[in-house]
């Protein structure tokens, strides 16, 4: 069979469950074994094997706890068990199952450690090991952090190979015939003779057999799904409009709501006056909420309409007023009062700039929102003394918890439905939603409650990434960059977003600083620190998190000391570079590109590389200089990811990234006045259309032996790219964004 | 009682005028195809065909609809897939897939019209429709692979 490489019982522990009329084993556990959640739900002749695989008579589902959010991860985890369990891809049935703690995100915790990806030490080893055991216990089945197939590259693949390996024995004994005589062929067991047993047919005698303590994984060159071409599973149904998003849900007797809380979040309401918004038609009941109020009504434009219609006497935000305030408090954030963390301070900054010339910059981001197209929602029904939600969550256990705490329903009696998600980019890391359409639910009990927001809602209660300031100063000598130091100031993400879902969060927040203490240069004076800004606006993960701004911050100051040096911003990164990895990533975009060609007339290239998440990206962006502005033409992109699992939605992924990271450097930004975002829907809120999109050409380099994410590391050196090459082309640096502040683009 | 015809469907339908076909879609007929972003034209999802022209359905008060209504249901089906649609599952396009029913619909309307496109055409034509995944060179190449087929018809 060519089977060749066994996995240790580090990684599967192995217990089994009789249960009627079927089958559970395959614990995944750290000493105390977490229980299957397959279990709670099995009909008479279903079988879970493992908590990912379950089998009844419609066939075989492989359960995807990851969040789909738009980012393919579905496709890719159904098609890491089914490489083991030998089942057609058009066969495939998933569903996110329920949350549970068997789901735990192991990677997340770990990359969040300090400890630089390209620190293989020991001291960074064992560090990242004792995250994904505190991940476990608290059970984060977090979808975030490009960590899906991270963390389910190989769990998954044995969870499809113990449940082949348990339904072999479990033909073995159906038909007397050894276990070594019987092969599997797409969902069936096959015997000598040819007569095939049909997985479903399994299930019951699968249910009396001990799972194998050990499994061999096929070898690379036996694959049939990972590495190829594989059509994601949702592609029809979103090509027809008939996938059914959250919003789409509709569940019998359901009533649609819409709510208006305070947009200076946090800030709480006085009193409101619903005497207009009660009268309008369809609307059956005003409920109060938590800083504001909703409107059930017999359909959501109705709920809006009338939602609209109450005036509410809100109260000040709990947090500075106006965006230039909030500017202040991050200046003034950058001094020693403030330091957050130090983690990078090679050689001796302070000693190289008594000595020559220092080179300074100051430089600014703004707020950003996530706004994904989908404005938030959730359905709820509290019945009987159960609650069910319907919504599109990356934080499923949370939800419950939240859910537990706001009602006092215990867990078991609460079932969280996850839904498709039209984007997220790190939104539905909230629950802020879901908690106010079971406020509703409370005050509607036995009637399932739809809550929409309106665009404006969802677009005023973002939970933004913050704002960020940087000073840099550096040297250079004889051609080379000699020294760098950078000191970035924002709030914390991390403690912000921690603090909401009730996790404590202890020490330095590598968010303040990823993307810039870690990249792999040996300058010989570097420095990087973090300058934690007291809390203003609450914020969160947006796509790449820390790295997304801070990959502009920490290449844009170093382009200008290559500058500097007079030396070619590709050679001197190489130079600098201590990291085999991302050497050989920039190597590839500079072979890719023709780095150093005459580009021709008017037109200009821009280099930069940010590695995060693991992930090593370089890319080069080419520009033409039009009388009417600047124009994007191409951009090219290497990334090493140790393996692409499926090529055509690695290159969506990492077109979608770069698109991601330039439209918003080009024209987004959140700003405040009396505390509230003054953009309020896409209208003052751009992003990159069509006509914009430059063309992106993909290379995934597979040089590494760990797998990574891909959905966040292309985002953070589009932006610096983009810069690059408009001071090529212009001769400005841009050190704000967003870039039409300062120039304009056709 | 208003008239309108949805996907060869005649409804009658008891909603006050200024409702926008949108709503009268999704909650009154529970046709979902057809997804609310913005409610203000900026964004494409809710895009249909008002007598096969690509007409943003957030903006057309039900009391003013003149003509046939075609939601992305009644475009193709799974089973009799659109070009256009079957160009898209070719192509890969959708991420989320939630601006993906407009974007469908706005092309369709457009290659009819218009079935030689050039790049600058499809620009043009594709640039009302927002995708907050970035699926723009994928949607791109969709676009022309969809004409071909559609010159082969």
């Known amino acids: 069979m060519g089977r060749i490489k066994t996995i240790a019982r580090r990684t599967f522990l192995i217990g089994s469950a009789a249960i009627v009329g079927g089958v559970a084993f395959g614990y995944y556990a750290y000493k105390k074994p977490i229980t299957n959640p397959l279990l709670d739900d099995l009909a008479e002749g279903e079988a879970a094997i493992t908590p990912y695989v379950r089998i009844d008579q419609s066939g075989v589902t492989i359960i995807t706890p990851r969040a789909d959010k738009g980012q393919g991860t579905y496709s890719i985890q159904a098609a890491l068990v089914a490489e083991e369990l030998d089942i057609a891809w058009e066969n495939i049935q998933v569903d996110p199952g329920k949350p549970s703690p068997a789901y735990y995100n192991e990677k997340v915790v770990a990359e969040g450690l300090p400890f630089a990806a390209v620190d293989d030490g020991f001291m960074a080893r064992n560090a990242r090991a004792f995250g994904g055991v505190i991940g476990k216990l608290i059970g984060l089945q977090v979808t975030g952090g490009s960590s899906t197939v991270p963390d389910a590259y190989e769990k998954m693949r044995v969870a499809g190979a113990i449940a082949r390996e348990t339904l072999l024995l479990a033909a073995a004994k159906q038909s007397g015939i050894a276990r070594d005589q019987l092969k599997t062929k797409d969902g069936s067991v096959i015997l000598p003779d040819g007569t095939s047993l049909a997985y479903t047919e399994l299930a019951q005698t699968a249910a009396e057999i001990d799972p194998p303590s050990e499994v061999t994984l096929k070898p690379e060159s036996e694959w049939r799904y990972i590495g190829k071409e594989m059509p994601r599973i949702d592609m029809l149904a979103k090509s027809t409009g008939t996938l059914t998003y959250g919003i789409d849900m509709k569940l019998d007797g359901m009533v649609h709501a819409s709510v208006r809380t305070n947009p200076r979040i946090g800030g709480g309401v006085n009193s409101y006056d619903d005497s207009i918004a009660k009268t309008m038609r369809g609307v059956q009941k005003i409920i109060p909420i938590t800083g504001g109020a909703g409107v059930i009504a017999d359909n959501t434009w109705r709920a809006i309409q009338a939602v609209n219609a109450i005036e509410f006497d809100w109260k000040d935000a709990p947090y500075p007023k106006t965006s230039s305030l909030m500017w202040k408090n991050v200046k003034s954030s950058l001094k020693d009062d403030y330091r957050d963390s130090r983690f990078k301070d090679d050689g001796d900054v302070e000693k190289s700039f008594k000595n020559s010339n220092v080179i300074k910059a100051e430089y600014r981001i703004p707020h950003l929102a996530h706004a994904p197209l989908e404005p938030m929602n959730a359905i709820a029904l509290l019945k009987d003394g159960r609650l069910d939600i319907w919504t599109g969550t990356q934080m499923p256990i949370n939800l419950m918890q939240t859910a537990e705490k706001m009602t006092g329903i215990p867990a078991e009696n609460i079932h969280i439905h996850a839904q498709m998600m039209g984007g997220s ?168 590109s023709n780095w150093g060609s005459d580009l021709g007339v008017n037109r200009f290239r821009g280099l930069a590389f940010s590695l995060s998440f693991g992930v090593p990206v370089a890319e080069v962006i080419e520009i033409t200089n039009t009388e009417d502005g600047i124009k994007l033409d191409k951009v090219y992109v290497a990334c090493e990811v140790g393996k692409v699992l499926d090529p055509i939605n690695f290159e969506n992924q990492v077109q979608g990234g770069v698109i991601w990271g330039l439209g918003h450097a080009m024209a987004a930004e959140l700003t405040y006045d009396d505390g509230v975002p003054e953009q309020t829907n896409y209208d003052g809120y751009e992003s990159m259309r069509l006509y914009q999109a430059p063309e992106i050409i993909v290379h995934g380099l597979e040089n590494g032996t760990d797998v990574r994410g891909i959905g966040e590391p292309p985002v953070p050196p589009a932006a610096p790219a983009l810069a690059a090459a408009i001071f090529a082309a212009t001769g400005k640096r841009i050190r704000e964004l967003p870039m039409s502040n300062t120039v304009d683009f056709v | 009682m208003t008239k309108i015809t949805v996907n060869g469907t005649a409804y009658d339908i008891d909603v006050e005028p200024e409702m926008p076909l949108l709503w009268v879609l999704r909650d009154e007929l529970n046709i979902t195809g057809p997804k609310y972003g913005c409610g203000i034209a900026q964004c494409g999802a809710c895009t249909v065909h008002i007598d096969g022209i690509a007409t943003k359905s957030c903006q057309v008060p039900i009391g003013n609809l003149e003509g046939d209504v075609t939601t992305i249901e009644g475009l193709g089906t799974p089973e009799a897939l659109h070009a256009v649609q079957e160009a898209w599952v070719e192509h890969q396009v959708a991420q989320c897939g939630y601006c993906q029913s407009g974007q469908i619909m706005a092309a369709a309307s457009f290659l009819a019209e218009t079935p030689n496109p050039t790049d600058a055409d499809i620009d043009e034509a594709m640039s009302s429709n927002l995708c907050r995944c970035g699926t723009y060179p994928r949607i791109r190449a969709a676009v022309k692979a969809a004409a071909v087929k559609l010159e082969g018809v």
């Open chain 1, 425 to 592: 980019f790190g939104r539905r890391l909230e629950d802020d939603f879901a908690r106010q359409a079971i406020e509703l639910a409370q005050a509607m009990e036995g009637t399932p409650v739809k809550m929409t927001w309106s665009r404006e809602e969802d677009m005023t209660h973002d939970f933004p990434r913050p704002m960020q300031m940087s000073s840099a100063w550096g040297t250079v000598k004889d051609g080379k960059v000699e020294s760098y130091d950078l000191a970035i100031a924002a709030a914390s993400t991390t403690t912000s977003q921690l603090s909401r879902a009730g996790i404590p969060a202890v020490g330095p927040d590598i968010a303040i600083v990823a993307a810039a203490w870690d990249q792999p240069f040996a300058i010989p004076n570097h420095r990087v620190t973090g300058y934690r800004v007291p809390e203003m606006v609450p914020i969160s993960s947006w796509r790449s998190v820390g790295a997304s701004g801070n990959g502009f911050l920490y290449n844009a100051f170093l382009d200008e000391l290559i500058h500097a040096a007079g030396a070619d911003p590709l050679m001197e990164r190489l130079r600098l570079c201590n990291h085999d990895l991302s050497r050989k990533t920039l190597e590839a975009v500079g072979e890719m």
